[in-house]
């Protein structure tokens, strides 16, 4: 009768980085790339203060949204405790940006993105971690990820400020009703963002999360399989909501500037 080895008990000494043979690199290098640059664009914007606002039709950009500072004028519509005289480096958004930030690198797609293109932990997948030793997310910094799930309440409720902000961009240059590019691109931002903000992992979780019988809660049931079917697209949405934050926020910064006239669709 024939034998088999036991296992070894030890891992193979392989000296060889990785055995695969496709571009695995591209992932980790332009995700790089992209996020630095946009980091470098959103720092930068955020500690502009100026060119954020346009009064005429109530464009706001979300990197301002919502105003605190004293010198927000009309668009601190819902107060403002941060004096005018405050550093450039405080932002005018205060009160969300933090918590914004906190939601992204707290989630679970970005935390893939950066673990591998920031800290090659590791670059991907079948292929060997630099790093001589792993603590996984049970130590400080990196146990903070367990916030997630109270960044997105956060981004929840800000995302709400922002759809109030393209409900108020309905205006017109006389005063009453009216819409131009700059309500397409607020408004197609912000529905970006509650994709991205519904497709996350902790909203599937909140709606369906500890129920034992579906068949006893329906309209959960039902939620839990539309946000389950946006989850499958979360690092995708994740991605495009970074470039029309950009978007958004360049086209208001054009028009607040009088570098371009906004183009007007109605009234």
């Known amino acids: 009768m024939a034998t088999v080895d036991a296992p070894a008990k030890t891992r193979a000494q392989i000296k060889e980085r990785t055995f695969r043979t496709d571009n ?20 930068v914007r955020a500690m502009w203060g100026s060119a954020f606002y346009v009064e005429q039709y109530h464009y706001l950009t979300p990197f301002y949204s919502p105003c605190v500072n004293d010198a927000c004028g009309p668009a601190g519509e819902f107060g403002t405790f941060v004096p005018a005289s405050a550093p450039f480096f405080i932002p005018y958004a205060l009160i ?25 932990s590791p670059q991907a997948c079948a292929v060997r971690e630099p790093h001589g030793k792993y603590t996984g997310e049970t130590r400080f910094p990196l146990i903070g990820q367990n916030l997630h799930r109270y960044f997105w309440i956060a981004a929840g409720l800000i995302s709400l400020l922002n759809t109030w902000d393209a409900v108020r961009a309905f205006h017109g240059e006389d005063g009453g009703f009216g819409i131009g590019l700059g ?13 991205y903000t519904l497709s996350c992992h902790s909203c599937r979780h909140a709606v369906g999360g500890r129920m034992k ?41 054009l028009v607040a500037s009088d570098t371009i006239s906004d183009l007007r669709i109605f009234n």
């Open 24 to 43: 695995w690199r591209q992932y980790p290098y332009v995700t790089f790339v992209i996020f630095t640059a946009w980091v470098a664009y959103a720092t």
């Open 96 to 120: 969300s940006l933090p918590f914004l930030l906190g939601f992204r690198l707290t989630c679970y797609y970005y935390r893939k993105a950066y673990y591998r293109s920031f800290w090659a």
């Open 183 to 195: 309500t397409i691109i607020l408004w197609a931002n912000v529905i970006l963002l509650w994709l």
């Open 213 to 253: 019988h579906f068949s006893k809660h329906p309209v959960r049931y039902k939620a839990w399989t539309l946000v389950s079917k946006l989850n499958t697209r979360h690092g995708t949405y994740a991605l495009i909501t970074l470039g029309s934050l950009v978007v958004a926020d360049f086209y208001v910064m």
